[in-house]
T-cell receptor, first 114, second 111 residues
């Protein structure tokens, strides 16, 4: 049972345009959400997060939106750059403690065309 | 600051052989995690340590997998005997507060 779903396996966008990566979750107990970026042969690196008390968090070119009623979040990258080409994982946790378990989606491969 | 260190980076073994992975977390990080990432999937937690105590090992297949973090610093994950289905990337991560920092992983291939 996949509690965090990234239904689109890949996305290709033109450099300079917006990339929108989507993520859905089923467990209503999740209250903290994260996006990780992964390059080949490297471990995932933290990108941005959002608490369930917010509906938007912005960090430079990256913005995460949370729609709790729809159990949906999305990562927007504007403008997209070729260096953004990577696999993006959505993750969620129940914040019973800061170090509690992360549940990951399968990932989306983003390709940004020059 | 050095990141999470894992070794080896790659390992190829035949089924039924034992294998061990080593992880050195970021200095000062009390929490250490081992994840398994199968091809085309996201990482899945195997075990989480708080210092030397395993506080969540519910997803660890205990018949063949074992882990230790004796002094609350570095950690070893062992598989004995390995099966074909164990082929995956094994990721180690550590954290002090909210953010988990991942190592590069060990890619295991079982033939």
């Amino acid at each position: 049972d996949q509690q965090v779903k990234q239904n689109s396996p890949s996305l290709s966008v033109q450099e300079g345009r917006i990339s929108i990566l989507n993520c859905d979750y089923t467990n209503s107990m999740f209250d903290y959400f994260l996006w990780y970026k992964k390059y080949p042969a490297e471990g995932p690196t933290f990108l941005i997060s959002i608490s369930s008390i917010k509906d938007k968090n912005e960090d430079g070119r990256f913005t995460v939106f949370l729609n709790k009623s729809a159990k949906h979040l999305s990562l927007h990258i504007v403008p997209s750059q070729p260096g953004d080409s990577a696999v993006y994982f959505c993750a969620a946790r129940i914040s019973s403690g800061a170090n509690s378990k992360l549940t990951f989606g399968k990932g989306i491969t983003l390709s940004v065309r020059p | 600051e050095a990141g999470v260190v894992q070794s080896p980076r790659y390992k190829i073994i035949e089924k039924k052989q034992p294998v061990a992975f080593w992880c050195n977390p970021i200095s000062g990080h009390n929490t250490l995690y081992w994840y398994r990432q199968n091809l085309g999937q996201g990482p899945e937690l195997l075990i989480r340590y708080e210092n030397e105590e395993a506080v969540d090992d519910s997803q660890l297949p205990k018949d063949r997998f074992s882990a230790e973090r004796l002094k609350g610093v570095d950690s070893t994950l062992k598989i004995q005997p390995a099966e074909l289905g164990d082929s995956a990337v094994y990721l180690c991560a550590s954290s002090f507060d909210n953010e988990q920092f991942f190592g590069p992983g060990t890619r295991l291939t079982v033939l």
